[in-house]
T-cell receptor, first 114, second 113 residues
């Protein structure tokens, strides 16, 4: 069965520090992978996606993620965090083998301290 | 935002009453989804649709039904609301085919008292 694990429920970083949010997935084939961000009271906004090709993908707001098949991971990174990045981040997997649905992780809440 | 509108945005209802949430899209995308979001659970799929009158169940479909009589509208109905259905409900559309890229509405916060 497909599943997504985000092992960190909550992360706190200082403004200007680097960030890495972890995501591991279970999937029987090459997945479609996504990172979404949710600000309080808002819907989810797509940060970036991976379908195939280059395993390092660039997204909006200075985020990037790297697909590592051997580790079944798709970690999100940002070199320098801004206070406005404080939000909830969700990793998701989709694809032809997911029965027409996306599977989401439980989310990582990011706090940014001045 | 891919032209997705959810209504209402907030609703308080009593246990046992039926409730219908509406998702409207302006771009004629084929695939539409209803999710609920609860702390510690992320987003869980309730129902989805792959065309007019074509719907299927998701992971947490018990107590919910859906209808899609027009491409642009996907309705979620709680037949008899229970307190366990207090949640934030999100509608999403998939652009470019199933599970390729989802865009979400702003959500509906439903409280069942």
């Amino acid at each position: 069965a497909q599943s997504v694990t985000q092992p960190d429920i909550h992360i706190t970083v200082s403004e200007g520090a680097s960030l890495e949010l972890r995501c591991n997935y279970s999937y029987g084939a090459t997945p479609y992978l996504f990172w979404y961000v949710q600000s309080p009271g808002q819907g989810l906004q797509l940060l970036l996606k991976y379908f195939s090709g280059d395993t390092l993908v660039q997204g909006i707001k200075g985020f990037e993620a790297e697909f590592k098949r051997s580790q079944s991971s798709f970690n999100l990174r940002k070199p320098s965090v801004h206070w406005s990045d404080a939000a909830e981040y969700f990793c998701a997997v989709g694809g032809k083998n997911t029965g027409n649905q996306f599977y989401f992780g439980t989310g990582t809440s990011l706090t940014v301290i001045p | 935002d891919a032209g997705i509108t959810q209504s209402p945005r907030h609703k308080v209802t009593e246990t046992g009453t039926p409730v219908t949430l509406r998702c409207h899209q302006t771009e004629n995308h084929r695939y539409m989804y209803w999710y609920r979001q609860d702390p510690g659970h992320g987003l869980r799929l309730i129902h989805y649709s792959y065309g007019v009158k074509d719907t299927d169940k998701g992971e947490v479909s018990d107590g919910y039904s859906v209808s899609r009589s027009k491409t642009e509208d996907f309705l979620l109905t709680l037949e008899s609301a229970t307190s366990s259905q207090t949640s934030v409900y999100f509608c999403a559309i998939s652009v470019g085919g199933p599970n390729t890229e989802a865009f979400f509405g702003q959500g509906t916060r439903l409280t069942v008292v």
